[in-house]
């Protein structure tokens, strides 16, 4: 049978397996485990344990769970309930305040927790009922939580970013860098829009509250800055070559623990106990997926699927952007299915060659490849943010949160466009603080 048919059988059988509801790594693995057996017999079984645990023996896998603690610890505090309050006292004169101050919360609650869920929940608890109560349109309130949700996956610390390099054998600190500047012009045209549709609605932008006093203002700040600072500990100790990603998510974990506990007073056992439990059945969820998918990569590296396919993308007589434009659809619809780690580990090794060969950069690829993961993320039928909004506005329905969030996934795709016109907004931090490739 022919590589390229088998690689197709497979990929068909995994799109099975996963539409019944088996979880990621399950069906990678299974599938792994079939097709291995058909085509090479019992002995090829030798291999699979070696395999699995050489996808997850890297040392720097140790940042993810040490970045999950620390998502969860903020997740579990009422930081987010705080920093959107600070926003909100901050920029109520400011034209459009509250939703810069919902995008914004979004922004930077996403890169403490690295989580989209989190996100959604800890910001849409306190923004959606508040942009209701000052008459801004459901569908712009649930949208805007919805598409900021999603930036954690882009704005450093990032885990997908993390399990990118790990996949790929590029610099995470680099790929960190290269995930600011595309992050915030994800959060600039999420804002814009959403002024401009609030505008054109009608709406006046004149708050239907008093103004806050200075008092007020900065009463707040104690409980925000800390974990602010905390953001940028962790990308100076990157960057100034002070501790590697590992030890420097072990650090901020560490660090988050104890503000929560003496911020929020989270001491009781029982607080502490449900978030390591969370983090470490997250960990091992995202780790499990690593381990198969390196499995399943070594199924189709050794059944010479894997070179077929680059072979035949590579003998492609089109123009390199057509190729990125087929990549594109490619990555779009497949993070429509599948959570954006099971989507990197799977097809960054296989497309990285192929990217690198047409002469695009693999750092710029991999913002490219994670605002594609963005949009999966509020898009059916997975869509989990979606369904988190759902589920802390009820009375919202999901079809009004839908058609809230589609403009937001345009918005993702005009950031997309303008990354490939100019290339230089993801590559040029990284470039400038650690040194041409």
């Known amino acids: 049978m022919e590589p390229l048919t088998i690689g197709i059988l497979a990929a068909i059988l995994v799109i099975i397996l996963l539409a019944t509801g088996m979880p990621v790594a399950f069906g990678l693995g299974l599938v792994s485990l079939i097709f291995l057996i058909a085509f090479e017999g019992l002995d090829s079984l030798s291999v699979v344990a070696e395999t699995f ?6 040392f720097s896998l140790v940042s993810i769970p040490m970045f999950i603690v620390m998502g969860a610890a903020v997740a579990s505090s009422p930081a987010g309930k705080d920093l959107f309050e600070a926003l909100d006292r901050w920029l109520t004169r400011v034209p459009g305040g509250l939703i810069i101050s919902n995008i914004g919360a979004c922004s930077v609650f996403a890169a403490l927790s690295g989580s989209s869920p989190a996100t959604c929940a800890a910001i849409g608890k306190m923004g959606i009922p508040e942009m209701q ?17 999603t930036l954690g996956i882009l704005i450093p610390p990032s885990v997908t970013m993390i399990v990118y390099g790990i996949s790929t054998e590029t610099s995470i600190g680099r790929l960190f860098l290269a995930g600011v500047f595309p992050g915030l012009l994800l959060t600039g045209l999420f804002m814009v829009w ?3 549709f609030a505008w054109r609605n009608g709406f006046d932008f004149r708050e239907k509250i008093g103004a806050f006093s200075w008092r007020q203002k900065f009463e707040i700040l104690p409980r925000v800055l800390p974990f602010l600072a905390i953001i940028v500990g962790i990308l100076f100790v990157l960057y100034g070559g002070v501790a590697t990603p590992s030890e420097a998510a072990g650090v901020g974990a560490l660090f988050c623990l104890i503000l929560v506990a003496v911020i929020y007073k989270i001491i009781q056992p029982k607080k502490i106990w449900a978030i390591l439990s969370d983090s470490t059945r997250e960990s091992v969820m995202i780790l499990m997926i690593i381990g198969a998918s390196a499995l399943f990569a070594y199924t189709l590296s050794s059944l010479f699927v894997t070179q077929s396919v680059a072979e035949y993308i590579a003998s492609l007589d089109v123009n390199r952007w057509v190729l990125m434009f087929m990549i594109n659809v490619f990555l779009l619809v497949a993070g429509f299915f599948l959570p954006p780690v099971a989507v990197i580990v799977m097809t960054a090794p296989i497309l990285l060659p192929i990217i690198t060969g047409a002469g695009f950069d693999p750092y710029w690829f991999a913002v490219i490849l994670t605002i594609n993961m963005e949009i999966g993320l509020i898009t059916p039928p997975v869509g989990l943010n979606l ?5 802390i506005a009820p009375e919202i329905s999901l079809p009004t949160i839908l058609k809230g969030a589609l403009p937001f996934m345009l918005c993702m795709i005009v950031g997309i466009i303008i990354l490939c016109i100019f290339p230089e907004i993801a590559t040029w931090l990284p470039n400038e603080v650690m040194g041409n490739r």
Do not use: H, M, Q
Request: glycine content about 26%.
């Open 53 to 58: 645990f050489a996808g997850i023996g890297e």
């Open 133 to 149: 109560k000052r008459g801004y349109p459901d569908g712009l309130a649930t949208g805007s939580i919805a598409a900021g949700g």
């Open 194 to 196: 959403s002024i401009y």
């Open 387 to 391: 369904y988190v909004i759902n589920g």
